[in-house]
């Protein structure tokens, strides 16, 4: 109950701030305050309505919110979200852009499950709508989901991979961003023996952590500084009343959310009290740059205290990708069994939390895999962000990572056409 407790009073510190937020804005909002213009009423105000949004936003799953794709006619077709699986811990769903003609490319986005929901690949997905048809994993909150349920660790979200990639054949091209890079990586070594036809045609991994000890960072450094005995007694709290999966073990968005804004403070700091001001000021607006990237920054989803804690000690204390010595369900996965997926790796000059070279110690496992299947890209100035949104994403990695698809498709060119 201790741990319930702890988890129900960093719900309650959440939502008294956003009343008091929503307090503050209300009655410095009020009319007859209006006869008497007053810069502190103003300032008021404008914090209430900042507080307000922020704290309203941790425990809200955001939209998808994507644009109407343009295609070939001349017109812009509205895109759906359609389940294509539905697990308890996470779904397999498409994105139909309605009335147009099946792609030839089919690409399967592995979202990483870290803390943030799926829909942080948002610009990602829209980047790829045009030049293919485009899946992805959208893993739930473990909030939401009843103990009754059962586990979900790290050998799980690898037989869901599987599972996915094994249901949209052997024509997808995966894409495994940050996260679940290393698991993704077992998960195609684990088909190459189980299930060789069902292998996806390509697999990017973009800025993951297959040996965090290539390049250590802050990030990926911290398995080395705890013992699991204390992050367990830490970090791990048990979901109370007021969700469904009342009493599982998590590890919670909130706490995950604070050690984001800690490793920046600074910078989250004068970003709000920037954003406070043009509120005051009355330059802000509902989808401004800071509020496009905090409703999304703060939306935090919890995680399975097993997936969160078999993470930390098998991925970045063993090392078990690393060393090439990862067991799933019994089988251990031999990543040298790859020989014929063509694999591509993306990494940011300057990530700060996985570094250039963790990702890149993908290649050297994959001894079974010529060295034409092989291909790499540092991406000079980016962060682990802009590797797979923004501008470095958009003009330099996205174009290189559809190349790479194409080189090793099959398919003619001409019918693998990039929009441009």
Not at 316 to 340: P, Q
Not at 362 to 378: I, M, R, V
């Amino acid at each position: 109950m201790r741990f319930m407790a702890t988890y129900d009073l960093m719900e309650t510190m959440r939502n008294t701030n956003q009343w008091l937020g929503a307090s503050a804005q209300a009655f410095a909002s009020y009319p007859a305050f209006a006869m008497v213009p007053n810069p502190g009423l103003q300032w008021m105000a404008a914090w209430g309505e900042v507080t307000e949004r922020s704290f309203k936003r941790m425990v809200v799953k955001p939209d998808w919110g994507l644009n109407a794709v343009p295609c070939n006619d001349g017109r812009d077709h509205v895109v759906s979200v359609e389940k294509v699986i539905e697990r308890p811990f996470g779904d397999l769903i498409h994105f139909n852009v309605q009335g147009r003609e099946e792609k030839l490319r089919k690409i399967l986005l592995v979202a990483p499950m870290s803390g943030h929901y799926a829909t942080l690949l948002r610009s990602t997905v829209q980047s790829l709508l045009p030049d293919a048809e485009v899946y992805i994993t959208d893993w739930h909150n473990a909030r939401d989901i009843p103990v009754s349920k059962g586990k979900f660790d790290i050998e799980d979200y690898t037989l869901y991979c599987v599972d996915f990639m094994k249901h949209l054949g052997p024509d997808i091209n995966v894409i495994a961003v940050c996260q679940p890079a290393p698991l993704v990586l077992a998960a195609t070594a684990y088909l190459a023996e189980v299930d060789p036809d069902a292998q996806p045609r390509t697999l990017t991994l973009i800025g993951g952590p297959i040996d965090p000890d290539a390049t250590p960072t802050e990030v990926t450094d911290f398995g080395n500084r705890v013992t699991m005995g204390h992050l367990e007694e830490t970090a791990i709290q048990q979901v109370g009343f007021k969700y469904a999966g009342v009493g599982r073990r998590v590890y919670p968005g909130l706490l995950q959310l604070t050690s984001f804004i800690a490793m920046n403070l600074d910078t989250h700091a004068q970003a709000f009290s920037d954003q406070i001001m043009r509120t005051a000021q009355g330059e802000a607006s509902d989808n401004d740059r800071h509020n496009h990237f905090y409703d999304e920054y703060l939306a935090t989803m919890d995680m399975t205290a097993e997936f969160y804690l078999s993470t930390v000690e098998r991925v970045f204390k063993d090392l078990e990708i690393a060393k090439n010595e990862f067991v799933v369900d019994g089988r251990k996965v031999d990543i040298g069994k790859i020989t014929r997926v063509a694999v591509k790796v993306v990494e940011g000059e300057n990530d700060d939390i996985s570094a250039p070279g963790q990702c890149l110690a993908a290649l050297d496992l994959l001894t079974g895999l010529p060295d034409a299947k092989k291909a790499s890209h540092l991406e000079p100035g980016a962060g682990h962000y802009g590797i797979f949104a923004g501008k470095s994403w958009r003009n330099n990695i996205r174009p290189l990572v559809l190349d790479f698809i194409d080189a090793n498709s099959g398919a003619p060119k001409a019918q693998l056409k990039v929009a441009t």
